[in-house]
């Protein structure tokens, strides 16, 4: 079953600008991660925020959680071609087999 | 860092046949392995969490006897995809997950899987 919505589920934009990606889980986490994913390839972890953090910078990325909304945020500044993925946000949930399950995905295109 | 290693990256079979995709933890033991399968343009559905000597436990709508998981070992789990049909083709993904931490999760580079 799937944690989490996305929004957007595409997101084109050039490059340089910013991008935002939002995610929504429905039940209590421990912690919430990003992934990484290109073109028909594997999963790359990017940033992991706790469930008692409000928000963590890695580079180019800044993440936000906000518990009381159940919600989460994606910011990559000054974007790059290289960029260009599909975003993912995964949960592990507080009760259960600690399973990651992750959200629907935001398609992320930097145009040059 | 900890790697995880799929086999094979992708696969052609005949409908009817089964394949059988592995998932290995090169340098650590993975006590916890998921398989999750990833249809085009969508997200990652979980499929399966396998312990290591124990059977798997399926999420809903997952069939056990088309879908054989195999965890024998701490370093190896396998996802058999038994008379395999054209809606079986998709991209498979394994987990491991070193200890019982909720952070050390790392991901194979995934299987296509295309039946004919």
């Known amino acids: 079953s799937q944690q989490g919505e996305e929004d957007p589920q595409a997101l084109s934009i050039q490059e340089g600008e910013n991008a935002t990606m939002n995610c929504s889980y429905k039940?209590?986490?421990?912690?919430l991660q990003w992934y990484r994913q290109n073109s028909g390839r594997g999963l790359v972890h990017l940033i992991l925020?706790?469930?008692?953090?409000r928000e963590k910078h890695s580079g180019r990325l800044r993440v936000t959680l906000d518990t009381s909304k159940k919600s989460s945020s994606l910011l990559i500044t000054a974007s790059r071609a290289a960029d260009t993925a599909s975003y993912f946000c995964?949960?592990?949930?507080?009760?259960?087999?600690?399973?990651?399950?992750f959200g629907q995905g935001t398609r992320l295109t930097i145009n040059p | 860092g900890a790697v995880v290693s799929q086999h094979p990256s992708w696969v052609i079979c005949k409908s009817g046949t089964s394949v059988k995709i592995e998932c290995r933890s090169l340098?650590?033991?993975?006590?916890?392995m998921f398989w999750y399968r990833q249809f085009p343009k969508q997200s990652l559905m979980l499929m399966a969490t396998?312990?290591?000597?124990?059977?798997?436990?399926?999420e809903q709508g997952v069939e056990k006897d088309k879908f054989l998981i195999n965890h024998a070992s701490l370093t190896l789990s396998t996802l058999t995809v038994t008379s395999a049909h054209p809606e079986d083709s998709s991209f498979y993904i394994c987990?491991?997950?070193?200890?019982?931490?909720?952070?050390?999760?790392?991901f194979g580079s995934g299987t296509r899987l295309t039946v004919v």
């Open positions: 987990s491991a997950r070193m200890g019982q931490g909720l952070y050390g999760y790392t």
């Open positions: 925020i706790r469930s008692n953090e």
């Open positions: 396998s312990n290591e000597g124990s059977k798997a436990t399926y």
């Open positions: 340098d650590f033991q993975a006590t916890t």
């Open positions: 039940t209590s986490i421990n912690n």
């Open positions: 995964a949960s592990i949930l507080i009760q259960g087999a600690q399973k990651l399950v």
